[in-house]
T-cell receptor, first 109, second 115 residues
């Protein structure tokens, strides 16, 4: 079945630094979604990428969908304490979303 | 802004007991989902539901689980005989277009603790 893998599992970042989390699927995806889960919270949709090679930006967050539509990345610039949480990529297949294991981000001031 | 709501926020039960977790999806949404998240782990799909029937279910969703839309607003997950390993956060989600091609809106979750 479809598997979505995500690295790194943990990212400890100095405030102001950049980091990237990567997502890989075992199968070609129709689209990929990214969600953020704050500590103790629920997943909240961030963005959906549909086209091969697509790049979308949300302020300091840059999302990219690979040319083969099997991988994706999230790059955060100038990390802030508000970026703390777990970022999940999710690949849809029919009526289900397969989530990656997530990258848990902590920020040191 | 419309939200998915879930009750209770925390449920403690004894092993072997039945539990019902309740969700009220966003009112104009047509597709409903249950996910679970064991502490510190990833979000796992359990089941999707559309037009009063299950669209898809995972291998986790065995005969001990059932879902129901008893009226026009509620969507429930029943676990017939809870096991210790059922302890997790259970999230309900909904969306309008289904087939996971659009964002899913998640509720705040119910933390289930099985003793």
């Amino acid at each position: 079945g479809q598997q979505v893998m995500q690295i790194p599992q943990y990212q400890h970042v100095q405030e102001g630094e950049d980091f990237t989390t990567y997502c890989n699927s075992s199968t070609t995806l129709s689209n990929i979604q990214w969600y953020k889960q704050r500590p103790g919270g629920h997943p909240v949709f961030l963005i959906q990428l549909v086209k091969s090679g697509e790049v979308k930006k949300q302020k300091r967050l840059t999302f990219q969908f690979g040319e083969a539509k099997k991988n994706s990345s999230l790059h955060i610039t100038a990390t802030q304490t508000t970026d703390v949480g777990t970022y999940f990529c999710a690949g849809p297949r029919d009526y289900k979303l397969s989530f990656g294991a997530g990258t848990t981000v902590t920020v040191r001031a | 802004e419309p939200e998915v709501t879930q009750t209770p926020s925390h449920q403690v039960t004894q092993m072997g007991q039945e539990v019902i977790l309740r969700c009220v999806p966003i009112s104009n949404h047509l597709y409903f989902y249950w996910y679970r998240q064991i502490l510190g782990q990833k979000v796992e799909f359990l089941v999707s539901f559309y037009n009063n029937e299950i669209s898809e279910k995972s291998e986790i969703f065995d005969d001990q689980f059932s879902v129901e839309r008893p009226d026009g607003s509620n969507f429930t997950l029943k676990i017939r005989s809870t096991k210790l390993e059922d302890s997790a956060m259970y999230f309900c989600a909904s969306n309008f277009a289904g087939r996971s091609y659009n964002e899913q809106f998640f509720g705040p979750g119910t933390r289930l603790t099985v003793l």
